[in-house]
């Protein structure tokens, strides 16, 4: 499965976010190290889209598509020299495909800051270099072995290679994921500076409704991409009905939760979009990656779809609401018979045609 990790110092309102995320009551106290195990939260990507295509088709229920996030513990400064927690647990964070970095942006005298004042820039420093430095430790480690291997003619030296430029890169400072350099040799490192990420500023209601403070947030972490939410809000949001819902968004000058921002962006950030299929039983979204060809989307749904695939039948989601049924988009020459070599469009309406 697709996962996020989220990292963050302590005190920033991570439990709280994923609390929000998982409709879980995990542990959020008012202080640091309090949350050690490291939890996994699905959510769903919201897509108002299923909902139209259960009323054509009738279907008995919906599958949105899903993220799932990992709660990592908080990253202290000097977490990779052992401070705090230490970061063993940053190895849970190497599985995921992204990480979110949760930053304070709330002021409250009530919640201790770890660093003693809330400054962004400074709280992103500090997990930056944590991060860095975490990975600088997995690259000696692995340089080390991979230059036994390369003497012993077991390993291609283009690994190794590639293990010292991105420690070169480190050492000047820099994240990988900014870097040009091919990481692809190295990829078995899960090197967390590789990752894209994502960054969720956890703020109040004034910053919420502050577009100029929000784009100076956004213009920090650009071209990574920027949530901006009030965990404590998100977390009250989980136990209104929509309606309700709705109501206290549009009173934090939000059209939208930010859990649902973050769904959004996370799948944004991983390069993944979804195709759709409908019937009587379920309207559901499946992922699959920008670019995928018809036959490697079918085997999303299953192996056979893939290697038995004939054609697809593909009607936009556009089309199919404008004619209202398939049998109208059909006779209005709106569904198309694809072939191996078509390439996935977001929405696209499926049904695969395959030998089994
Ligand atoms: P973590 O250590 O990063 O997991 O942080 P927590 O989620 O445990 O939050 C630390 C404290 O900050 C808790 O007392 C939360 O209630 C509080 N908190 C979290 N988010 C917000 C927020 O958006 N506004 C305010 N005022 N307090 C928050």
């Not at 979110?100 to 005298?109: I, L, N, P, Y």
């Not at 919640?111 to 820039?121: K, M, S």
């Amino acid at each position: 499965a697709l996962t996020i990790g989220i990292v963050g110092l302590p005190n920033v309102g991570k439990s709280t976010l994923f609390n929000a995320l998982t409709k879980n009551q995990v542990l959020a106290a008012n202080y640091p190290f309090a949350t050690i195990e490291p939890n996994v939260g699905v959510v769903n990507l919201p897509d108002p889209r299923l909902q139209v295509l259960a009323g054509i088709f009738s279907s008995e229920r919906i599958l949105p598509a899903a993220v799932s996030f990992v709660d990592i513990a908080g990253i202290v400064r000097g977490a990779s020299e052992g401070e705090g927690l230490g970061n063993q647990f940053l190895a849970n964070i190497r599985e995921a495909d992204a990480i979110a970095q949760v930053v304070r942006g709330f002021a409250d005298d009530d919640v201790v800051h770890v660093e003693g004042a809330v400054n962004p820039q400074n709280d992103m420093e500090t997990i930056n270099a944590e991060l860095q430095l975490a990975d600088l430790q997995t690259l000696e480690k692995a340089i080390t072995r991979y230059e036994k291997e390369v003497r012993g003619k077991k390993l291609d030296p283009a690994v190794l290679e590639a293990a010292k430029a991105a420690q070169d890169a480190l050492q000047r400072g820099e994240l990988l994921s900014g870097s040009a350099l091919d990481l692809a040799p190295i990829a078995e490192l899960g090197l967390l500076t590789a990752k894209p990420f994502i960054f969720v500023f956890n703020v109040d209601e004034a910053v919420l409704t502050d577009d100029a403070r929000k784009a100076e947030l956004a213009a920090l972490v650009a071209p990574a991409q920027a949530v901006f939410l009030d965990a404590k809000i998100e977390s009250e949001l989980i136990d209104l009905d929509p309606e309700e819902a709705a109501e206290l968004l549009a009173s934090t000058g939000q059209d939208e939760s930010g859990l649902d921002q973050l769904a959004r962006i996370g799948f944004d950030t991983l390069g993944l979009q979804t195709y759709l299929t409908a019937g009587p039983k379920e309207a559901r979204a499946w992922t699959i990656g920008k670019g995928w060809k018809a036959p490697q989307a079918a085997g999303v749904i299953h192996t056979d779809f893939e290697k038995g695939f004939i054609k697809a039948e593909v009607i936009s989601f556009d089309d199919l609401v404008a004619t209202g049924s398939v049998a109208e988009a059909r006779s209005k020459g709106k569904a198309r018979l694809e072939g191996k070599d078509y390439v996935m469009q977001d929405g696209d309406v499926v049904e695969f045609r395959f030998n089994v």
